[in-house]
């Protein structure tokens, strides 16, 4: 059974930071690109950071200099460092798993950027 496990959510101000954290089990995450999602109210879930089986990592153009998105193989987790929070980064996170055409999603994880 695959599970994607996503946590590190909750409320924080304008100018603050989270790392959210996301541990699999049940694949072999070394070979799967890994992606951190996100949905706000009436709105499209979004891509917001990608990052290859390799390393190699992309963000959309509104976190860029501000989010990081990491992996740590040896833990079956994905990370994403995110600095600077501003209020339009409110919604729900979640954590993809993809290799070729079969992908995971975890259960999402709450970010309210809020004075």
């Not at 930071?17 to 070979?31: D, E, V």
């Not at 390393?55 to 740590?72: A, Q």
């Not at 409110?90 to 079969?102: D, L, P």
Request: charged fraction near 15%; aromatic fraction near 10%; proline fraction near 3%.
């Amino acid at each position: 059974q695959v599970q994607l496990v996503e946590s590190g959510g909750g409320l924080v101000q304008p100018g603050g930071s989270l790392r959210l954290s996301c541990t699999a089990s049940g694949i072999i995450f070394s070979n799967y690109a890994m992606a951190w999602y996100r949905q706000a109210p009436g709105k499209q879930r979004e891509l917001v950071a990608h990052i290859t089986s390799g390393g190699t990592t992309n963000y959309v153009d509104s976190v860029k200099g501000r989010f990081t998105i990491s992996r740590d193989n040896a833990k079956n987790t994905v990370f994403l460092q995110m600095n600077s929070l501003k209020p339009e980064d409110t919604a729900v996170y979640y954590c993809n798993g993809k290799r070729y055409i079969v992908a995971y999603w975890g259960q999402g994880t709450q970010v309210t950027v809020s004075s």
